[in-house]
């Protein structure tokens, strides 16, 4: 009796072993731990990070390296300006060239902001540990809000146009209205074209101007 409930409470004892490892294993992967893996840190720096968060990916070339660790603001007193230190936590075995670019990208339809680097040409000097790149910032939708009201205002203006020009077309005003709709002026046209035809050294006689009456 005693040696059945010994074996029934290691078998106990193992299942629960077995299931914190699993909850161990599951809590790493939730909280994105990045264990067994070495890296370095970078910084990006922005004047405008267009929503970017802590845990956000961080892509070289389109291939995740790396993800976005921390940010926190830089005073600059000599331009009185306010900017964006993104510190991101990158692979070591992944070497980026000092001349990369950098902007903010957006992931997917549901709108997840990253930090994409594309690569540069000079591998002579790849970034190192703490090393930054400066960002290009990404357009403000509020910029892109007011440039499409302002092609719309323009395109407004210019059909505006354009339809007073039919209109003036049709009621047969202007000069390109008369020329269109004036059968005088047609059969002027026509009569010179005619006589141009017949008589071409016309095109390249020049009258004498008559000298004025004193």
Not at 30 to 40: A, D, E, L, Q
Request: charged letters at 25%; glycine letters at 8%; a positive charge.
């Amino acid at each position: 009796m005693i040696f059945g409930r010994s074996r029934l409470e290691l078998k106990v004892g193992i299942f629960v072993f077995i299931a914190l490892i699993i909850l161990v294993i599951f809590v790493l992967r939730i909280g994105n731990f990045r264990t067994g893996v070495s890296g370095y840190q970078a910084n990006f720096v922005f004047n405008f990070v267009n929503g970017v968060r802590t845990g956000a990916p961080v892509r070289f070339a389109g291939v995740d390296i790396g993800e976005v660790k921390s940010m926190k603001f830089i005073l600059l007193p000599l331009e009185q300006k306010t900017q964006v230190q993104i510190v991101g936590w990158l692979k070591t075995d992944v070497r980026i060239p000092s001349d990369s670019a950098v902007w903010i990208n957006t992931l997917g339809l549901l709108g997840e902001k990253y930090v994409e680097i594309m690569p540069g040409k000079d591998y002579t000097k790849c970034l190192s540990e703490n090393g930054t790149l400066i960002g290009t910032d990404p357009i403000p939708m509020q910029e892109v809000t007011e440039l499409a009201k302002g092609i719309a205002i323009r395109l407004e203006g210019m059909l505006s146009n354009l339809d007073e020009s039919i209109v003036k077309l049709k009621n047969e005003e202007g000069t390109v209205g008369k020329l269109l709709y004036d059968d005088a002026i047609y059969k002027e046209l026509e009569a010179f074209v005619a006589d141009i035809s017949k008589h071409p050294w016309k095109l390249f006689f020049k009258t004498k101007e008559k000298p004025e009456k004193k």
